[in-house]
């Protein structure tokens, strides 16, 4: 895809959905592993992993919801592999 085609709030946003849905396939990968955890304890579980993937994303998506310059915008998609079909995964 040409990144050309993105703005940087258009990036930040897919890259934020790709971390987004990275996070909850590990965790539906881990599902099994934290069984015997009872529900509270699980739910704290994820939710460590929600954050943690947030704060990973966080500067990489505030760089780019910042309007960077379209080069920034453009090694961002590369590097990430932002395609349009990530906002439908």
Request: aromatic share 2%.
């Amino acid at each position: 895809m040409s990144s050309q085609l993105l703005s940087g709030l258009a990036a930040a946003r897919m890259l934020q959905e790709d971390f987004a849905r990275i996070g909850r396939a590990e965790v539906l990968r881990l599902r099994r592993k934290l069984a015997p955890l009872d529900a509270q304890q699980r739910e704290i579980a994820e939710s460590v992993v929600g954050r943690v993937v947030e704060a990973l994303a966080a500067d990489p998506v505030r760089v780019l919801a910042g309007q960077p310059e379209q080069h920034i915008v453009d090694s961002a998609v590369r590097l990430f592999g932002l395609t349009r079909s990530d906002r439908a995964r």
